[in-house]
């Protein structure tokens, strides 16, 4: 076997215990300077990634608290509030997007066949006012 697993398995530990630094100081800068506190934020801030810090429940939790307090509200009634059998307000908004794009579509589909009908009924008077007027104009007849 190449390598020491040992050595990657500290390295691994050592990378991690960083972030969680980098973290950990980046919150406090935030709240320093009285930054909103949102996940995008302090990724941006610690130079860390989105999907470390959702990842780690620690840092998860401490900043969805903050969060809140800046936005007072209780974290014991917003996890009331969470219903894992209710859709999440994403899937509500696209739900609703996506009811209003169907319904824009089926009346824009609606006005161009009448549309269309309209033009194929003046497209056949024309023709049969074409027709009187071949027929009326002929000589010897």
């Known amino acids: 076997m190449r390598g020491n697993p040992d050595n990657l398995r500290r390295a691994a530990a050592a990378k ?5 630094q980098c973290a950990e100081q980046g919150l406090r800068d935030m709240i ?10 302090l990724a941006q801030a610690a130079g860390v990634s989105l999907d ?3 990842r780690n429940a620690e840092i998860r939790q401490r900043v969805e ?3 809140d307090q800046q936005r007072g509200t209780p ?3 917003r996890s009331q509030q969470v ?5 999440s307000s994403v899937v509500r908004t696209l739900t609703a997007q996506l009811t209003d794009l169907k319904r824009r579509h089926r009346d824009e589909v609606s ?9 194929h009924g003046e497209n056949l008077e024309l023709r049969r006012r074409l027709g009187l007027r071949e027929t009326g104009s002929a000589p010897g007849k």
């Open 16 to 20: 991690k215990a960083g972030a969680i």
């Open 32 to 41: 320093r300077r009285g930054d909103s506190i949102t996940f995008r934020g």
């Open 52 to 54: 470390f810090l959702y």
């Open 65 to 67: 608290q903050l969060r």
């Open 75 to 77: 974290p014991a009634i």
């Open 83 to 87: 219903d894992p059998d209710q859709p």
């Open 111 to 119: 006005a161009l066949k009448r549309a269309l009908e309209a033009a």
